[in-house]
């Protein structure tokens, strides 16, 4: 009966299947409302999403895969140090998206190495706590931001204080931004020109302007 088991020494099917199964649709499930419903709605960029849900994929096979043939530890944290010198030359990636992997990486290693320590609903409390700490981070504490941008104004005789709100609607009108606070930098009188710092509120620090 053994044999008839067994392909080339490899057995065509154990108990560790379902397993497999049952925890990797946790995993899919968790990380498509992380990445689809908090990160992709928040965002729209489509860009990040074959990226993510392959990620989280592959790191969930790996754990698993270590798990089941019992590799040490030493290895395991050698392979996982991998990970650790990725970085994407073509583009720059910004701190957001970098942690957005953290956390797909990290919810797919805590699916794929879960045993009988951890009962499946202590699973689904480390998933759901996470990805709902992630959706109220996202839409409900830190929905705007404060984001500051320089510009070189050539308005000299705006920038005196009993001028400063006909500075503002200039400023608003020009960028198109509802401005919170304006602060004058350095001041050149020779080529009529100072520098203004703007602070405004968005959803997305790179909305309006790019990195300085």
């Not at 689809?36 to 969930?60: E, N, V």
């Not at 050539?154 to 204080?161: G, N, Q, S, T």
């Amino acid at each position: 009966m053994e044999e008839t088991q067994m392909l080339y020494e490899i057995k065509l099917m154990d108990d560790d299947f379902y397993k497999l199964i049952i925890k990797f649709a946790i995993n899919l499930v968790f990380a498509t409302l992380l990445i689809r419903y908090i990160y992709y709605r928040k965002t729209q960029r489509k860009d990040h999403l074959f990226t993510y849900y392959m990620i989280s994929i592959i790191a969930f096979m790996i754990c698993f895969g270590l798990k089941k043939l019992e590799i040490g530890t030493g290895m395991g944290l050698g392979l996982f140090a991998i990970f650790g010198i990725i970085r994407y030359r073509t583009t720059t990636v910004r701190i957001k998206e970098m942690t957005y992997l953290f956390v797909v990486i990290g919810l797919s290693v805590v699916n794929a190495l879960a045993g009988k320590q951890i009962s499946y609903a202590e699973l689904f409390f480390i998933n759901g706590a996470t990805v709902l700490f992630v959706y109220l981070l996202e839409y409900v504490f830190l929905q705007s931001h404060e984001n500051t941008r320089t510009v070189i104004y050539e308005k000299i005789d705006l920038i005196r204080p009993e001028k400063r709100e006909e500075l503002k609607a200039d400023l608003e009108e020009r960028t198109g931004l509802q401005i919170n606070k304006i602060s004058i930098g350095k001041i050149d009188f020779l080529r009529d020109t100072a520098q203004v710092k703007i602070y405004y509120h968005s959803e997305d620090p790179d909305e309006f302007f790019p990195d300085e």
